[in-house]
């Protein structure tokens, strides 16, 4: 499975997918590419499966029928991300081209900065 990671992902989780052919954003050199280009390019590139973070892509982009399946991740920092990397390997692994899915992989919780009295 030929699986793209989008640049808010975390790269880490390209080495916890070892079964799947994995590039990212980054390391193809297509960071800051808008995303209406980005999925052109994914399509030209014949990716089976675009990974992102991009809560608003579904609302921003039309999706639906795309020759390649968008996984939206719920959280994209890795120490929440990481105990959910199964989760993920699965639903790569079912995704079908041109579905939308979001994939639940925990969800960030910023810490609350206490200033001391």
């Not at 980005?38 to 990974?51: K, R, W």
């Not at 939308?100 to 919780?109: A, K, Q, R, S, T």
């Amino acid at each position: 499975m030929k699986v793209l990671l989008d640049e808010d992902v975390p790269a880490k989780l390209a080495r916890a997918l070892p079964t799947h052919e994995i590039r990212t954003v980054a390391g193809l050199k297509w960071g800051g590419i808008k995303n209406g280009a980005l999925l052109a390019l994914i399509e030209q590139e014949e990716f089976d499966v675009f990974l992102t973070g991009e809560k608003n892509m579904e609302k921003q982009q039309r999706l639906a029928g795309r020759p390649f399946a968008v996984l939206i991740m719920s959280a994209i920092n890795w120490p929440v991300v990481r105990p959910h990397v199964d989760r993920i390997a699965s639903a790569i692994d079912k995704d079908q081209r041109g579905m939308i899915e979001w994939v639940d992989c925990g969800e960030f919780i910023p810490r609350i900065n206490r200033q001391s009295d």
